[in-house]
C-alpha cells in the first residue's frame, strides 16, 4: 500500500489504528472516509510561479521537468504560464520535488 501524508505524527497514529479497526470491520466505510478527511494532507495548490520557481530550483529544462513527471512539455509550459493547474499525483509530486528535489526519482 502506499504511504499516505499525514499532516502530523499523531494524525498518521490514529489513522493507522482507524484503518486497523476498518480491516476489523470494527468502523465502517463512512467512518474510514471521515477519519481519511481528518488525517491526510490535502493536495496543495501550485501556481504558475511557484511551478516555475520549482523547475528552476531543481535546475532543469520544461522538457527534462516533463519527463520526470511523466506529463507533456505543452502540461508544464501551460502551468507555467498559468493555463492550467497541476492537480491529483502531479501536484502531490511537486510538493515532494519542491521538498526534496530530483533525488525522488533516485
Keep these: 500500500m502506499a504511504k499516505t501524508r499525514s499532516r502530523s505524527d499523531a494524525s498518521e497514529a490514529i489513522h493507522s489504528a482507524a484503518s486497523g479497526l476498518h480491516r476489523a470491520n470494527v468502523i465502517d466505510k463512512k467512518t474510514m472516509r ?11 495548490e501550485f501556481n ?5 520557481r520549482i523547475r528552476k530550483g531543481v535546475n532543469v529544462s520544461q522538457n527534462v521537468f516533463a519527463l520526470y513527471l511523466n506529463t507533456t512539455v505543452s502540461t508544464v509550459r501551460q ?8 492537480s491529483g499525483i502531479a501536484a502531490r509530486l511537486l510538493q515532494l520535488i519542491q521538498k526534496n528535489g530530483l533525488a525522488i526519482f533516485g
Excluded at 481519511?36 to 496543495?44: G, N
Excluded at 504558475?48 to 516555475?52: G, M, P, Q, R
Design 34 to 44: 471521515e477519519y481519511d478527511e481528518l488525517c491526510i494532507e490535502e493536495v496543495p
Design 48 to 52: 504558475a510561479k511557484d511551478i516555475a
Design 79 to 86: 502551468w507555467e504560464q498559468g493555463d492550467k493547474k497541476p
